[in-house]
């Protein structure tokens, strides 16, 4: 829900860079509440034209994620969407293992 108002309440400003949400996540459940999930709120800013980074061990990124950044990236190359939509990233955090678990 956050997610969902922080898209709503921003508002760009003239030569400021594409706004970033980081998602540090790896599944793409959906639950009670959310039945998108983090997949919902990520695909609205997208659309909205934020740029996504999703920091997950590789090993627990749901195939959502993937599917997700491969249709991201088609509509690039395609031309549709190209200089609105955002682009999404997907950052194996096990670069950072030796830091992040002691």
């Not at 996540?25 to 639950?31: H, I, M, P, Q, V």
């Not at 991201?72 to 096990?94: F, P, Q, Y």
Request: proline fraction near 6%; aromatic fraction near 6%; hydrophobic fraction near 35%.
């Amino acid at each position: 829900m956050k997610i969902l108002e922080s898209l709503l309440d921003y508002t760009p400003k003239p030569d400021t860079p594409r706004p970033l949400l980081v998602v540090v996540t790896g599944d793409a459940k959906s639950s009670e509440y959310n039945p998108t999930g983090f997949l919902g709120p990520v695909r609205r800013a997208l659309d909205r034209g934020w740029d996504v980074e999703i920091m997950s061990f590789a090993s627990g990124t749901s195939s959502s994620w993937t599917v997700e950044e491969k249709r991201a990236s088609k509509e690039e190359e395609g031309g549709a969407g190209v200089g609105t939509r955002g682009k999404l990233r997907i950052v194996d955090l096990e670069k950072f293992a030796a830091e992040l678990v002691l």
